[in-house]
């Protein structure tokens, strides 16, 4: 599994690979988390899609967008201090991590619970959707203690070089998730039928199953990285060195889900099954992303050692091999798309209306990626550094200056109506790689000092 090797030495390509195609798995099964209750979800209307849509993007924004930040943070340190090989600094800052988590998880579950109804309802959509929606927002900030300290745990056994472990706990609770889904949903057997609220019990049951097997693997020493808690104290010092790289981060992640909430409110004017099929074409791209995530990934954690172990060009390296391997399989991926558009939208929804303007907006989506695999992969790579602050520069630009206002102003200048919108997009993602790809080029986060 690799727990003894040095990520820092031998060849790249083998060690980018061997580090990656477990987050791949991950990533993958990962996504099933939004995946597989759509399937389900489907099965009931339009609205239930459309209300599972709306909150799921809430629900990641308020638990695992907002943590991805202090994650990322934490990731970037413990990488350094593996790759320094001081196991004792990475046990540290691990669990001044999850101190963090419990403060952001427990603010969470107050405003989630108190005001789901309110928030899911300033989106100005119709009220079965805010009531489908309102019940999943609640339930998954109940959850959010479960759900945050998983993605910790997760992040801590990556970080320290074992990517192995947590791809195994991953795919035992998805596949519990999975299984259990449309029991929950749908009512099967004796279960209740609880809609769009069972699609929340079963994600956040799942994510504490997740949590359990993780902590007991990171106590036990059955990862590469052995925690305890001697000599345990809150050290002010580490934790600020966490925000310090994480709030960028995080304002990153944050302002992408809201720019996805602004985006999907100039969508809603243009009816229920432009809001599904956004949703539909959300979780697409989710299973398209997964092997360049993996691979940017892992990248990010041989960028974070190498820097570590005093190796900046070995870490560059890393990052331009792993970016032109995941803009290959995403080429195949596009090229399926053009084929069989409607036929992926299919296995989602039998709606003749949602799956034509669904497969519409992926066939539109295709020209941005065509450089979806280097801003996946670079961007990681950069944020893996520790030096968050451009990567939250670029989105910020690419989503505020470029993307959301040509979504707005497309669809009234042009009379491409909603397709307007996915243009608009497109044109976000591809200024966002060029300009990943000039910075990461130019190298200065080489210099980064965490």
């Known amino acids: 599994m690799g727990l003894e090797r040095d990520w820092t030495q031998g060849n790249i390509l083998r060690n980018l690979l061997n580090l990656s195609w477990p987050i791949m798995v991950t990533s993958s099964f990962n996504i099933m988390g939004p995946i597989i209750p759509m399937i389900w979800v489907g099965k009931i209307g339009a609205s239930a899609v459309a209300g599972l849509g709306v909150a799921n993007t809430l629900a990641g924004m308020f638990t695992v967008a907002g943590m991805a930040g202090f994650v990322t943070g934490t990731k970037a340190i413990i990488a350094r201090f593996v790759g320094a090989s001081d196991s004792a600094?990475?046990?540290?800052?691990?669990?001044?991590?999850?101190?963090?988590?419990?403060?952001?998880?427990?603010?969470?579950?107050?405003?989630?619970?108190?005001?789901?109804?309110?928030?899911?309802?300033?989106?100005?959509?119709?009220?079965?959707?805010?009531?489908q929606g309102a019940t999943y927002l609640r339930i998954q900030c109940a959850g959010s203690t479960l759900i945050t300290f998983r993605y910790l745990a997760e992040g801590i056994m990556q970080s320290s070089g074992d990517t192995v472990i947590p791809m195994r706990i991953t795919i035992t609770y998805r596949l519990v998730h999975a299984i259990l889904s449309p029991f929950f949903i749908l009512g099967w057997w004796f279960f209740p039928r609880l809609g769009v609220g069972g699609a929340a019990v079963t994600d956040v049951g799942s994510h504490g199953l997740g949590l359990?097997?993780?902590?007991?693997?990171?106590?036990?020493?059955?990862?590469r990285l052995r925690l305890t808690l001697n000599n345990f104290r809150i050290d002010p010092g580490v934790i600020w060195r966490i925000v310090t790289i994480g709030i960028p981060a995080s304002v990153m992640t944050l302002q992408k889900n809201i720019?996805?909430?602004?985006?999907?409110?100039?969508?809603?004017?243009?009816?229920?099954?432009?809001?599904?099929?956004?949703?539909?074409?959300?979780?697409?791209?989710?299973?398209?992303?997964?092997?360049?995530?993996?691979?940017?990934?892992?990248?990010?954690?041989?960028?974070?050692?190498?820097?570590?172990?005093?190796?900046?060009?070995?870490?560059?390296?890393?990052?331009?091999?792993a970016a032109?391997?995941?803009?290959?399989?995403?080429?195949?991926?596009?090229?399926?798309?053009?084929?069989?558009?409607e036929n992926i939208v299919r296995l989602f929804t039998p709606d003749p209306g949602l799956v034509q303007t669904a497969s519409t907006f992926l066939r539109i989506a295709t020209t941005g990626y065509l450089v979806m695999g280097f801003e996946?992969?670079?961007?990681?790579?950069?944020?893996?550094?520790?030096?968050?602050?451009?990567?939250?520069?670029?989105?910020?630009?690419?989503?505020?200056?470029?993307?959301?206002?040509?979504?707005?102003?497309?669809p009234r200048i042009t009379g491409l109506g909603v397709y307007g919108v996915r243009w608009g997009m497109v044109a976000g993602m591809v200024g966002g790689a060029l300009a990943y790809i000039t910075y990461f080029w130019l190298g200065r986060w080489k210099r980064k000092r965490v």
Not at 90 to 117: D, K, M, P
Not at 379 to 407: E, F, K, R, Y
Request: proline residues 4%; charged residues 10%.
């Open 212 to 223: 359990i097997i993780g902590l007991w693997c990171l106590f036990s020493g059955k990862t």
């Open 376 to 410: 996946v992969v670079l961007q990681q790579c950069i944020s893996g550094s520790g030096d968050t602050v451009p990567p939250m520069t670029v989105s910020l630009v690419a989503l505020w200056l470029v993307q959301l206002p040509l979504a707005f102003f497309l």
């Open 89 to 131: 600094g990475a046990n540290h800052v691990a669990r001044q991590a999850f101190v963090i988590s419990a403060t952001y998880s427990a603010v969470i579950t107050v405003v989630g619970v108190l005001f789901a109804e309110r928030i899911v309802g300033l989106f100005g959509l119709e009220p079965d959707v805010v009531a």
């Open 259 to 321: 720019g996805n909430l602004v985006l999907l409110r100039v969508i809603v004017p243009f009816g229920t099954i432009a809001v599904a099929a956004h949703s539909l074409m959300q979780r697409v791209e989710l299973i398209m992303s997964a092997p360049s995530t993996g691979l940017g990934q892992g990248a990010g954690v041989l960028t974070g050692q190498n820097l570590g172990a005093h190796q900046p060009e070995r870490a560059q390296r890393s990052g331009w091999l």
């Open 324 to 341: 032109s391997l995941a803009q290959g399989y995403i080429c195949v991926c596009l090229l399926a798309i053009l084929l069989w558009a």
